[in-house]
């Protein structure tokens, strides 16, 4: 396309013209901010900073979808009446407007980010709300950023300028075939709308969100300069921001619940290495060597090599996932952070400075990687594992083998675990390696060789589960035979569970039950507990059972250790559910709505709320402690230990 300024032009042609003009300010926003906010990206090289601002432009094509969504459908609807002057002149303001209020956005935190470190999100129209001197605020920003309120108005005045350099051409006469020309292109727009406000357009890519802008930098404080502030607004306006709690001073809740790990005892690290297994929709039910009781004995699930690990690992009786969705498990499992309400990695909070294993590994001088066989940037992973600190990425493009490729989700998990085996055996020990799997996964099929050979069972998700099992056995079979085996210690759990056949898992604890199994091939790590365990307590059960020994932050608790009242709590749709002993306590966040003794009520049929007042009240008093941790910890980005 050549653009003639000096003519007029096609509508079209005006409208891509019009949409690159604000793309091309949005980075000029960018290079303004990053002026007006050095001293916090001084680290940052100039490579770095081409990298940020090339995948900036990915969040300011979002936003500016979302922005001149109205714009854009005024543009291109297939009527002739779109030609008028009058008809353009609206246009004109409308698109003006609202991008003039979305530079306004990103100009307020030229200012305001030095004092949040975050990009202002939706939760700024409630937390003035309350304010009864809001026109003394606004005036006083205004006085003592008067500088920035000039360079706004030269901005804008600019940008109308450069809008009304290109001017419309004429209406055509309009006959059926140009009629259906254009109704093609407002369909061949819009998709492509939609794929851009998706933030892709593979099957696997979920609606992009702030915590994507980790693919883009080396740590969470970065995350801003990718971002810009609509993005941020735009994505958390459906969201409840949550709120400062004070149920306890500081000294009686740490004494109740502290999420500060203290160092054990004195005893040398232990450098082993570390695998995590996280298998995708693995529940608890599938699991036959977990469910003995069931069908009087007879029940025999459908993992038989993950059946013939139970009793050579360490596990418990009940074991849960903190959530229900696969964006739920990684900052559980491998940050001791656990998602209430929403996911942490899609929350306003996501952009906070954390710890993780992978993190306190490598300071130990671990190697650290993720394996993942879908399309890299598929399901937000890559972003995550960068902001956790893991130094290696693993995924469909660097397996780079196509013939393998499931058609959907990722690589096949057998072919890829081999890879994966060979790739750990280059790692110089000790390391840590996640690997996530994908073929236990809707449309829930097998590779076509092995169709038929796996029972398929009342659920469609077990004949894959099947096949992933095979999977595992091949991969521990490679694995063996290598040096670094039995040097290792392996977490094979799940990401949540799913969907439940049998009634014992059609409950409340069922929908969370997942397998949680700790195997050391080289120790004596076995056995079997009644204690609760959950993913949030994989990262400090790890930790303390290798000696470390500095302090560290988590949620959850360490497993082996006898002595801590450990409690597990998920969220669903804001309900909350804190397991504690034989008793499971729910809570919707303002009072307590039932409790079930889960030792002689499995099905939790009878709600006994009211009857133990004092099992109540202690599990009320732990949830509160949970509660006020998480909120204020969230709200004051303390998610660390201080140096």
Same mark, same amino acid.
């Given at each position: 396309?050549? !653009?003639?300024?000096?003519?007029?032009?096609?509508? @079209?042609?005006?409208?891509?013209?019009?949409?690159?003009?604000?793309?091309?300010?949005?980075?000029?926003?960018?290079?303004?901010?990053?002026?007006?906010?050095?001293?916090?990206?001084?680290?940052?090289?100039?490579?770095?900073?081409? @990298?940020?601002?090339?995948?900036?432009?990915?969040?300011?094509?979002?936003?500016?979808?979302?922005?001149?969504?109205?714009? +854009?459908?005024?543009? /291109?609807?297939?009527?002739? *009446?779109?030609?008028?002057?009058?008809?353009?002149?609206?246009?004109?303001?409308?698109?003006?407007?609202?991008?003039?209020?979305?530079?306004?956005?990103?100009? +307020?935190?030229?200012?305001?980010?030095?004092?949040?470190?975050?990009?202002?999100?939706?939760?700024?129209?409630?937390? *003035?709300?309350?304010?009864?001197?809001?026109?003394?605020?606004?005036?006083?920003?205004?006085?003592?950023?008067?500088?920035?309120?000039?360079?706004?108005?030269?901005? #804008?005045?600019?940008?109308?300028?450069?809008?009304?350099?290109?001017?419309?051409?004429? =209406?055509?006469?309009?006959?059926?075939?140009?009629?259906?020309?254009?109704?093609?292109?407002?369909?061949?727009?819009?998709?492509?709308?939609?794929?851009?406000?998706?933030?892709?357009?593979?099957?696997?890519?979920?609606?992009?969100?702030?915590?994507?802008?980790?693919?883009?930098?080396?740590?969470?404080?970065?995350?801003?300069?990718?971002?810009?502030?609509?993005? #941020?607004?735009?994505?958390?306006?459906?969201?409840?921001?949550?709120?400062?709690?004070?149920?306890?001073?500081?000294?009686?809740?740490?004494?109740?619940?502290?999420?500060?790990?203290?160092?054990?005892?004195?005893?040398?690290?232990?450098?082993?290495?570390?695998?995590?297994?996280?298998?995708?929709?693995?529940?608890?039910?599938?699991?036959? =060597?977990?469910?003995?009781?069931?069908?009087?004995?007879?029940?025999?699930?459908?993992?038989?090599?993950?059946?013939?690990?139970?009793?050579?690992?360490? #596990?418990?009786?009940? /074991?849960?996932?903190?959530?229900?969705?696969?964006?739920?498990?990684?900052?559980?499992?491998?940050?001791?952070?656990?998602?209430?309400?929403?996911?942490?990695?899609?929350?306003?909070?996501?952009?906070?400075?954390?710890?993780?294993?992978?993190?306190?590994?490598?300071?130990?001088?671990?190697?650290?990687?993720?394996?993942?066989?879908?399309?890299?940037?598929?399901?937000?992973?890559?972003?995550?594992?960068?902001?956790?600190? +893991?130094?290696?990425?693993?995924?469909?493009?660097?397996?780079?083998?196509?013939?393998?490729?499931?058609?959907?989700?990722?690589?096949?998990?057998?072919?890829?675990?081999?890879?994966? =085996?060979?790739?750990?055996?280059? %790692?110089?020990?000790?390391? %840590?390696?996640?690997?996530?799997?994908?073929?236990?996964?809707?449309?829930?099929?097998?590779?076509?060789?092995?169709?038929?050979?796996?029972?398929?069972?009342?659920?469609?998700?077990?004949?894959?589960?099947?096949? #992933?099992?095979?999977?595992?056995?091949? %991969?521990?079979?490679? =694995?063996?035979?290598?040096?670094? @085996?039995?040097?290792? !210690?392996?977490?094979?759990?799940?990401?949540?569970?799913?969907?439940?056949?049998?009634?014992?898992?059609?409950?409340?604890?069922?929908?969370?039950?997942?397998?949680?199994?700790?195997?050391?091939?080289?120790?004596?790590?076995?056995?079997?507990?009644?204690?609760? +365990?959950?993913?949030?307590?994989?990262?400090?059960?790890?930790?303390?059972?290798?000696?470390?020994?500095?302090?560290?932050?988590?949620?959850?608790?360490?497993?082996?250790?006898?002595?801590?009242?450990?409690?597990?709590?998920?969220?669903?749709?804001?309900? %909350?559910?804190?397991?504690?002993?034989?008793?499971?306590?729910?809570?919707?966040?303002?009072?307590?709505?039932?409790?079930?003794?889960?030792? /002689?009520?499995?099905?939790?049929?009878?709600?006994?709320?009211?009857?133990?007042?004092?099992?109540?009240?202690?599990?009320?008093?732990?949830?509160?402690?949970?509660?006020?941790?998480?909120?204020?910890?969230?709200?004051?980005?303390?998610?660390?230990?201080?140096?």
């Amino acid at each position: 396309m050549r !653009l003639n300024i000096n003519k007029k032009q096609s509508i @079209y042609t005006a409208l891509l013209y019009r949409f690159l003009l604000v793309m091309l300010l949005y980075t000029i926003c960018r290079l303004c901010f990053y002026l007006a906010n050095q001293t916090f990206f001084n680290h940052l090289s100039l490579a770095d900073l081409a @990298y940020i601002f090339a995948g900036g432009i990915k969040f300011d094509l979002v936003a500016l979808l979302y922005i001149n969504s109205l714009y +854009i459908v005024l543009q /291109t609807i297939p009527f002739t *009446f779109r030609y008028k002057e009058a008809y353009q002149v609206f246009c004109k303001w409308l698109f003006i407007t609202t991008n003039s209020i979305g530079f306004l956005a990103n100009f +307020i935190d030229f200012a305001y980010y030095k004092y949040t470190l975050k990009h202002t999100t939706a939760s700024v129209f409630s937390q *003035f709300s309350n304010e009864q001197n809001k026109l003394k605020l606004f005036l006083d920003f205004l006085s003592d950023y008067w500088y920035l309120v000039i360079l706004f108005a030269v901005f #804008t005045y600019v940008f109308i300028k450069l809008y009304q350099i290109i001017r419309i051409t004429k =209406a055509p006469t309009f006959t059926w075939k140009i009629y259906l020309t254009h109704t093609l292109i407002l369909i061949a727009i819009a998709g492509l709308a939609v794929i851009g406000m998706r933030g892709g357009w593979r099957h696997s890519t979920r609606p992009i969100t702030m915590s994507n802008a980790g693919d883009f930098v080396k740590q969470p404080s970065d995350m801003g300069l990718v971002l810009n502030t609509p993005f #941020t607004i735009i994505k958390t306006l459906k969201r409840a921001a949550l709120k400062p709690i004070n149920y306890y001073d500081e000294q009686t809740l740490k004494s109740i619940y502290n999420p500060i790990h203290q160092p054990l005892n004195k005893d040398p690290f232990k450098n082993l290495n570390i695998v995590f297994l996280i298998i995708e929709s693995l529940g608890k039910e599938h699991i036959g =060597a977990l469910n003995k009781d069931l069908l009087g004995g007879k029940y025999k699930g459908y993992t038989p090599f993950l059946d013939s690990l139970v009793d050579q690992s360490f #596990t418990s009786s009940h /074991t849960y996932a903190n959530g229900r969705k696969s964006i739920d498990a990684l900052p559980s499992i491998i940050s001791g952070i656990p998602s209430i309400r929403e996911p942490f990695v899609l929350s306003s909070y996501s952009g906070n400075k954390t710890t993780s294993i992978a993190k306190l590994l490598n300071d130990k001088g671990y190697e650290t990687a993720f394996f993942h066989g879908a399309p890299n940037g598929s399901m937000g992973f890559s972003a995550y594992a960068n902001l956790a600190g +893991i130094k290696n990425y693993f995924g469909k493009t660097e397996y780079a083998n196509d013939n393998d490729f499931d058609g959907i989700w990722g690589i096949w998990d057998e072919p890829f675990m081999q890879y994966m =085996a060979k790739t750990i055996n280059t %790692f110089k020990q000790p390391f %840590f390696s996640a690997f996530f799997s994908v073929s236990s996964h809707h449309p829930f099929k097998v590779p076509e060789k092995y169709i038929g050979k796996f029972p398929k069972g009342p659920l469609p998700v077990q004949e894959p589960i099947g096949y #992933t099992d095979l999977a595992i056995r091949n %991969f521990f079979a490679t =694995a063996s035979k290598m040096p670094w @085996y039995q040097n290792t !210690l392996f977490v094979i759990c799940a990401d949540h569970a799913t969907v439940s056949y049998l009634s014992e898992y059609q409950t409340l604890p069922g929908y969370f039950s997942i397998p949680i199994l700790f195997y050391y091939p080289g120790g004596d790590l076995k056995g079997k507990t009644d204690k609760l +365990i959950q993913q949030a307590d994989i990262m400090p059960t790890v930790l303390n059972y290798l000696n470390y020994d500095k302090p560290y932050f988590a949620f959850g608790f360490d497993a082996f250790n006898s002595k801590n009242n450990n409690f597990v709590v998920n969220n669903n749709d804001g309900n %909350f559910s804190l397991y504690q002993g034989d008793y499971l306590l729910q809570n919707d966040g303002q009072k307590s709505t039932a409790l079930f003794n889960l030792k /002689t009520d499995r099905l939790t049929k009878n709600n006994i709320l009211g009857d133990e007042p004092g099992v109540q009240n202690e599990m009320e008093k732990y949830l509160k402690a949970f509660i006020q941790q998480y909120n204020n910890r969230m709200i004051n980005n303390e998610l660390t230990v201080n140096d």
